[in-house]
């Protein structure tokens, strides 16, 4: 089965709070507006937070028309031998992103 959509996640270091259900909203929107094609089907939202309220989860999401879900996620220093030499190593991501940083200015 295709999906044919756009899939946007947003991983927070903390708690969830109501507010970035709405920031995901905000990229879904973005991201249907500037992205989809037609024949596309509406973009999904995955927020993956340190830690959730299930009850303040609920009620953030509540009046969203848009499919989107929240979950908790682990860090684990575990990483499967043979996924570690595919994954870019910490100061990689953050030469990449130092690089970036300085095309923007």
Not at 93 to 105: A, F, H, P, Q
Request: aromatic share 6%; net charge positive; charged share 35%.
């Amino acid at each position: 089965m295709e999906l044919r959509c756009y899939i946007v996640i947003e991983l927070k270091a903390g708690k969830f709070k109501p507010e970035f259900a709405g920031k995901l909203n905000f990229y879904l929107s973005a991201v249907d507006s500037q992205l989809k094609r037609d024949g596309d089907n509406q973009s999904i939202g995955i927020l993956l937070c340190k830690k959730k309220d299930k009850i303040e989860a609920e009620y953030a999401l509540r009046d969203i028309n848009k499919p989107m879900g929240i979950t908790e996620y682990k860090l684990t220093d575990a990483i499967p031998e043979n996924i570690k030499t595919k994954l870019p190593s910490i100061e990689e991501l953050e030469n990449e992103l130092i690089k970036k940083e300085k095309n923007r200015r």
